[in-house]
């Protein structure tokens, strides 16, 4: 067995032993609070330009498979565990976690207290850090930790778009069905769907709704997508700063009330920019499955799935548009209405994956609203 060093900008090192790839990751070191689904949030483009501690303890009982992916490939630079499973147990499996994260060229770390990382990165803050298994020492890790950019300031999201349109069609909520069997839902809308790090599951519970989806890359301006002659405009999930996102508060702003507009998380935060509202970074996020959030016009609380490092500020958000969701255990925005036009936005995930399946009436609530434009 192989040691291992995390080492954090602040100076903190934990060691443990190297599973996966070997060599060094680097990134924001962030925590999931997730018990299952971990290759669902590895293969989150969320994920992108961070590393991933599971506080749950073990990872990878059940193996990883093609049809649990959320895009074609990882996007977390590390894996960071308690204790990961050798020998995983499911008839859906295709290969183990070690071999997975081997043949994606991602290190990971196991055998160190997840449960103190995770408190550590509540108290400090979410933090850039280093994960090698060279044998560099401690003290030259902190050190290139400590030069790393942080995560404001990047498009990240420009980054890892499509570079060309494509149209989405398959159906299926949960990977784990077979998409062959699935019913057939004869198309009823046509959704423009701006991919700023994107993830199957949205796109395939727009299909359930009968929506045929077309993904274009971040840079597109509204006005080429009006052209598209949409029903509706989906913004979807992604990773870095909002406030960077070359262009997106504009083509959202060109958007609105011209078409339907539905957001999730970063697509939520666009949303916010194009109304004039601010964001900011969070301490240590959000990312987990069991984010209570409750309904300010209703007192119905769900929980959700939630990945985010950056929030809505309230006190910027202007007449346009009113908060309609908040986050129970900190009181930050979770969603908003445009009042002037038909558009919305959460800031946690209501298509899951992994996660419970609370608020997934939102994507029916989206062809509602373009059903009534009509």
Known sequence: MKRAILALADGTVFEGTAFGAPGEAVGEVVFNTSMTGYQEILTDPSYVGQMVCMTYPEQGNYGVNAADAESVHPHATGFIVRNWSEQPSSWRADEGIDAYLKQHRIPGISGLDTRR???????????????????????????????????????????????????????????????????????????????????????RLLAEQGCKVTVVPSLTPGDEVLKLRPDGVFLTNGPGDPDAVKGARESVAALLGKVPVFGICLGHQILALALGGKTYKLKFGHRGANQPVKDLATGKVDITCQNHGFAVDDRSLGKRARVTHVNLNDGTVEGLEVLDAPAFSVQYHPESSPGPHDARQLFGRFATMMEQRR
């Open 117 to 203: 990382l995770a408190k550590h990165l509540r108290t400090a803050g979410a933090q850039m850090g280093v994960l090698s298994s060279d044998g560099t020492s401690a003290e030259a890790l902190v050190a290139r930790a400590r030069a790393l950019p942080g995560m404001e300031g990047q498009d990240l999201a420009t980054r890892i778009s499509t570079k060309e349109p494509y149209v989405w069609s398959e159906v299926g909520a949960d990977a784990y069905q077979d998409a062959e069997r699935a019913p057939a839902v004869k198309p009823r809308f046509h959704v423009v769907a701006y991919d700023w790090g994107l993830k199957r599951a949205m796109l």
